[in-house]
């Protein structure tokens, strides 16, 4: 399936048709399980955040974050986002009237035919239920094509944020990240 999805979307710009984007339909938009983890791997491309993803979940076991997959049947885990409930930057996350999106991905084979907007749909309803205000993000500043889907879906720039941030990679290193960011938020 994913070979054949690549050989459509081949860097073709064209109008995407309904049957290029059959698949959506079967797409399920669910909570994360312990054994979605490998999968956010992609195949090795992102081994280096195992730990990451394995501190995500178990912040979402506390109750601290609601982790999302989108699965395509047949194909696997083809889009994941993180939801911070609450952090030590208020002004991201506050556990009461704000939350914070990160580590949104869909996979590029997948990407252009309303995935993104569907999963992030998800998430607003669920936030909105559990009554949440707001929405933060921070998208790199060189990342156009994400900054147009968020205003797309009415995210708005707040301020600048410096992007820099630390994780353990698999093998127990301490790795930087610089990535200067625009941080975006909407109301929900």
């Known amino acids: 399936m994913i070979n054949r999805l690549k050989r459509l979307f081949s ?25 979605d983890l490998p999968s956010l791997e992609w195949d090795g491309e992102y081994t280096h955040f195992r730990r990451v993803y ?15 997959v989108a699965e395509l049947p047949g194909t696997g885990v083809i889009g994941q986002v993180f ?3 609450i952090c030590d930057r208020p002004e991201l996350a506050d556990g009461a009237n704000r939350a914070y999106l990160y580590s ?8 252009n035919a309303g ?23 921070n998208v790199a500043k060189d990342n ?6 968020y205003e797309r879906n009415h995210f708005h720039i707040v301020a600048h944020e410096a992007g820099r941030w630390t994780f353990q990679d698999e093998k127990g290193g ?15």
């Open 11 to 35: 860097g073709n710009m064209e109008p995407i048709t309904t049957a290029q984007t059959a698949w959506l339909a079967r797409v399920q938009i669910r909570k994360m399980v312990e054994e």
């Open 54 to 68: 394995q501190d995500a979940f178990d912040r979402y076991r506390r109750g601290l974050t609601v982790l999302w």
């Open 83 to 85: 939801i911070q409930l």
């Open 104 to 111: 949104f991905r869909v996979r590029p084979e997948f990407r």
């Open 115 to 137: 995935l993104g907007t569907r999963i992030m749909q998800v998430v607003f309803d669920d936030l909105r239920q559990r009554g949440f205000r707001n929405l933060t993000l």
């Open 144 to 149: 156009p094509r994400a900054r147009k889907l």
């Open 174 to 188: 301490w790795q930087t990240v610089e990535e200067p960011a625009w941080r975006m938020e909407r109301r929900l």
